[in-house]
């Protein structure tokens, strides 16, 4: 029996990265039942978008039709979009601000040009007040040199979009995956201390949320393509097969060789360093909020295998993979299979250990999707930023 379900008028989220376009379109039906109605993915060819700069406009204007009008599951049923801004030129930091009988917006004008390396006049910008005290205020700003905003805007109207927002990543992550996020307006603000890592095809981003608010992000160089290429060279083969294998293998050290884990781990020590040093920067910058209390990992690239327990051996921080279905309702078996892809190599036994010759593997690949669904999230939500 099919049942009938009237489409969604919610805006669509779409994430646009170096290599992939992705759209999540929720349905609801009454606030506690929120479901995905449309799911699509589109991967770039190499050099299109380099470093969130769109270099050929015409092919990812194509590839963004292509994301609107052929989804993976669903069907698509608006033209009003919630886009991410390019997370390695966006700014986000929750400041302190001494009141002062000069008018606020100047005030944080003024200490904004402190903490982001643009001039004010090359940049667009919003804050928002988190909470204030007799003295100061605390404000978190967000900020994205004018060029790039300008660049997404034009591409979005191109493609016959409504723009109903443009965010910075953490935002959209914080709701996808952080349960007080989306209940703070109901909630008091929660004690607890979340570094989120999003380790995706070309960077790996690191924010801390406390208190009903991320504080910071951090980008590092680190990717989950540089890998792979590291994998092809090693083994000689070319970057789609390289994906594959170490999708495949992951850390096991029985398949080839265990060099695929060898570069995993040697990239998960770099990260491990990188926690440590945003966690110095939280305790000296914020050293009334206490420890962090979990890690939540997110992105394509934290699909590997048991990556959660090899982290929080190196950290002695609890960490977990992220849901990014958790402020949905999840449950449903259509919704679980949404995000199941497989990855099938040629059969070759260099890459297979000798006792297996299983060369495919299934995963859910939903936390390839968090910054897509918090972005279709955001007016279900109504949040502010
Ligand atoms: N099982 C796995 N093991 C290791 N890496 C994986 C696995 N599954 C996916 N990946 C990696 O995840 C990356 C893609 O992640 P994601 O889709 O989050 O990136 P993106 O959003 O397009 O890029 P970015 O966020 O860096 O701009 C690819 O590098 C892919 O190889
Ligand atoms: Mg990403």
């Known amino acids: 029996m099919k049942i009938f379900r009237k489409n969604s008028k919610f805006p669509i989220g779409i994430d646009i990265s170096d290599y992939n376009l992705k759209l999540i379109q929720i349905n609801s039906k009454g606030r506690d039942s929120l479901e995905i109605q449309a799911i699509s993915k589109v991967t770039l060819e190499k050099g299109l978008i380099n470093d969130g700069d769109i270099i050929n406009k015409i092919k990812v204007l194509d590839a963004l039709k292509t994301l609107l009008s052929k989804p993976l599951k669903g069907k698509v049923t608006s033209r009003e979009v919630v886009a991410c801004l390019p997370e390695t030129k966006t700014y986000l930091k929750l400041i ?92 008091k ?48 083969i070319d970057d789609k097969q390289a994906e594959k294998a170490k999708i495949v293998c992951g850390m096991d050290k029985k398949k080839a060789k265990g060099i695929i884990r ?33 890690i939540i990992i997110s992105g394509g690239g934290s699909s590997i295998k048991d990556l959660e327990n090899y982290l929080q051996e190196a950290t002695s921080i609890e960490t977990i993979k ?24 040629k059969n070759d036994f260099s890459i297979a250990d000798k006792d297996s010759k299983s060369l495919t593997i299934t995963q859910d690949d939903r936390l390839a999707f968090s910054t897509a669904i918090g972005l279709g999230l955001r007016n279900v939500f109504n949040s502010k930023l």
């Open 189 to 236: 603000p929660q004690k607890k201390n979340y570094l989120v890592i999003d380790m995706g095809a070309k960077r790996t981003s690191m924010f801390v949320y406390s208190q009903n608010t991320p504080l910071f992000t951090l980008n590092l160089p680190i990717s989950g393509g540089a890998v792979t290429s590291k994998i092809a060279n090693f083994l000689e």
């Open 262 to 294: 060898n570069v995993l781990v040697d990239t998960l020590d770099e990260i491990v360093d990188k926690i440590e040093d945003a966690i110095d920067y939280f305790k000296n910058h914020f050293p009334d909020r206490g420890e962090i209390n979990q």
């Open 322 to 345: 992220g849901d990014s279905l958790i402020n949905l309702n999840n449950s449903s078996p259509e919704m679980q299979s949404y995000f199941v892809e497989s990855y099938k190599l």
């Open 96 to 187: 302190n601000v001494e009141k002062s009988p000069n008018e606020l917006s100047q005030v944080i004008e003024a200490e904004m040009e402190k903490h982001i390396p643009f001039p004010i006049d090359e940049i667009y910008y919003d804050y928002q007040i988190i909470s204030s005290d007799r003295n100061s205020f605390n404000v978190l700003i967000g900020a994205c040199p004018k060029r790039f905003v300008n660049q997404y805007i034009d591409i979005l109207k191109e493609a016959k979009l409504s723009i109903v927002g443009l965010e910075i990543e953490a935002i959209a992550i914080s709701r996808s995956l952080i349960q007080e996020e989306v209940q703070k307006k109901k909630k």
